[in-house]
C-alpha cells in the first residue's frame, strides 16, 4: 500500500460526459502528479501541482482540469469524454517537485468511456 | 528532445539467472535515476533511486548502475523469481523546459520482464 489513495476505481461513462477523479496523498507530501497511461502506452504527464500551486503542464488537453485543495488532495476534471479518454489515470505523490524524490502512486482509476 | 529508451520487447529470463534491463537516455545529463515495477492495471511502485555521483545502489537482489559517460543505467535483479515478472521503468529528472516529458521525473516506457520457472 502506497498510501495513495484514488477514487474510484472504475468509471463507465458515455461520450460528452463529465467526471471527476479525486487523489489523497501520502501524508506528508505536498506534490500530486497526474498521469494517464493507455493501453500498452507509457505514462504520460498531464499535470503537477505543488502545496496547492499548480507547477507545470504536460499534455492535458483543455477539456482536462485539475486543482489541489488546503487539505492536499486533489481532483482531476475531464470533461466532453471521447472514447479517446478512455485509459487509466493514476495520481502519483512526492514530498518535493523535484526529481531527486521518489513518487509513490496511487492504485490509478479505469475510466471507460462508452 | 529527450529520448529515454527502454528495451520495447520483452525480456525472457529463466528463474535463478540474473536479469539486467537497459535504460538508454540522451542530451540531458540528470542528476538522479529511478526505478520503478508495475505490474498490469496498478501504479508503479518505487524501487530504487541512484544519484549521479553514484555508481551503484544495492537493495536486496537489486542492484542499480548509472554510468553518466555512456548515458545509460543497468537494473540487475539476481536470482530471479517468476514474482519478479512486471514491467520496470526507469525515470530521470529531466525538466520540462530541457525538454523532459514531465515535471518531476521523465519515464521510459518500461521492460517488460518475464521470469520463465
Known amino acids: 500500500d502506497s498510501g495513495v489513495t484514488q477514487t474510484p476505481k472504475h468509471l463507465i461513462t458515455a461520450t460528452g460526459q463529465r467526471v471527476t477523479l479525486r487523489c489523497s496523498p501520502r501524508?506528508?507530501?505536498?506534490?500530486v502528479y497526474w498521469y494517464q497511461q493507455s493501453l500498452d502506452q507509457g505514462l504520460q504527464f498531464l499535470i503537477h501541482?505543488?502545496?496547492?500551486?499548480?507547477?507545470a503542464k504536460g499534455n492535458i488537453l483543455e477539456r482536462f482540469s485539475a486543482q489541489q485543495f488546503p487539505d492536499l488532495h486533489s481532483e482531476l476534471n475531464l470533461s466532453s469524454l471521447e472514447l479517446g479518454d478512455s485509459a487509466l489515470y493514476f495520481c502519483?505523490?512526492?514530498?518535493?517537485?523535484?526529481?531527486?524524490?521518489?513518487?509513490?502512486f496511487g492504485p490509478g482509476t479505469r475510466l471507460t468511456v462508452t | 528532445s529527450q529520448k529515454i529508451e527502454q528495451n520495447s520487447e520483452a525480456l525472457n529470463i529463466q528463474e535463478g539467472k540474473t536479469a539486467t534491463l537497459t535504460c538508454n537516455y540522451t542530451n540531458y545529463s540528470p542528476a538522479y535515476l529511478q526505478w520503478y515495477r508495475q505490474d498490469p492495471g496498478r501504479g508503479p511502485v518505487f524501487l530504487l533511486l541512484i544519484r549521479e555521483n553514484e555508481k551503484e545502489k544495492r537493495k536486496e537482489r537489486l542492484k542499480v548502475t548509472f554510468d553518466t559517460t555512456l548515458k545509460q543505467s543497468l537494473f540487475h535483479i539476481t536470482a530471479s523469481q517468476p514474482a519478479d515478472s512486471a514491467t520496470y521503468l526507469c525515470a530521470l529528472d529531466i525538466p520540462l523546459y530541457s525538454g523532459g516529458g514531465a515535471d518531476g521525473l521523465t519515464f521510459g516506457k518500461g521492460t517488460h520482464l518475464i521470469i520463465q520457472p
Open positions: 501524508s506528508g507530501d505536498l506534490s
Open positions: 502519483a505523490s512526492s514530498y518535493g517537485g523535484l526529481g531527486s524524490y521518489e513518487q509513490y
Open positions: 501541482y505543488y502545496n496547492g500551486e499548480e507547477r
